[in-house]
T-cell receptor, first 114, second 112 residues
């Protein structure tokens, strides 16, 4: 069975600061995908970034980057130059290559303060 | 713009009622999913379907059933709603083996 754990229920930073959200996971599979999703107050889940486990290079999307540590089964999200619009729930998720479903963590509520 | 549409944004039902939550996608995706979202628990999979009339139980199927008669539509059914089914329900779809999932905006169901 696969599990995803987000140990930070809530975080709060000032605008323009850098913030890192933590995620650990467990799977016995070697091929899998990891995701970070953002859920703003509108409730629409938005894909922030995706990482394939076979890729050693950390994924980057503009101000968002990940630190993927495969041996440690860790997948943290770094948001640089945080903006008010980054305020949202953030979910880490895992899909193994043979499965169709996503397994989610508990979520981290991030607040960016002006 | 691809879409997953959930029929209701908010719903209030009485205990014991039969409740239907509808989800429609316009992307010709094979997979469709129903998740339940609760504070501190994240999203938990109720059921998913990889083809018309095909379904598989997720992690918390008790008290729920699903129907997929057409590829674009996936319904979640609460046969006899109970207060512990008060929650946010999210529908999602994806291609078979796809790396991306598209979510609906959720239905917040309150059972009184």
């Amino acid at each position: 069975a696969q599990t995803v754990t987000q140990s930070q229920p809530e975080m709060s930073v000032q605008e323009a600061e850098t913030v890192t959200l933590s995620c650990t996971y467990d799977t016995s599979e070697n091929n899998y995908y990891l995701f970070w999703y953002k859920q703003p107050p509108s409730r629409q889940m938005i894909l922030v970034i995706r990482q394939e486990a076979y890729k050693q290079q950390n994924a980057t999307e503009n101000r968002f980057s990940v630190n993927f540590q495969k041996a440690a089964k860790s997948f943290s999200l770094k948001i640089s130059d945080s903006q008010l619009g980054d305020t949202a729930m953030y979910f880490c998720a895992l899909r193994t290559s043979g499965a169709q479903k996503l397994v989610f963590g508990q979520g981290t509520r991030l607040t960016i303060n002006p | 713009d691809v879409k997953v549409t959930q029929s209701s944004r908010y719903l209030v039902k009485r205990t014991g009622e039969k409740v239907f939550l509808e989800c429609v996608q316009d992307m010709d995706h094979e997979n469709m999913f129903w998740y339940r979202q609760d504070p501190g628990l994240g999203l938990r999979l109720i059921y998913f379907s990889y083809d018309v009339k095909m379904k598989e139980k997720g992690d918390i199927p008790e008290g729920y059933s699903v129907s997929r008669e057409k590829k674009e539509r996936f319904s979640l059914i609460l046969e006899s709603a109970s207060t512990n089914q008060t929650s946010m329900y999210l529908c999602a779809s994806s291609l078979l083996g796809g790396k991306g999932y598209t979510f609906g905006s959720g239905t917040r169901l309150t059972v009184v």
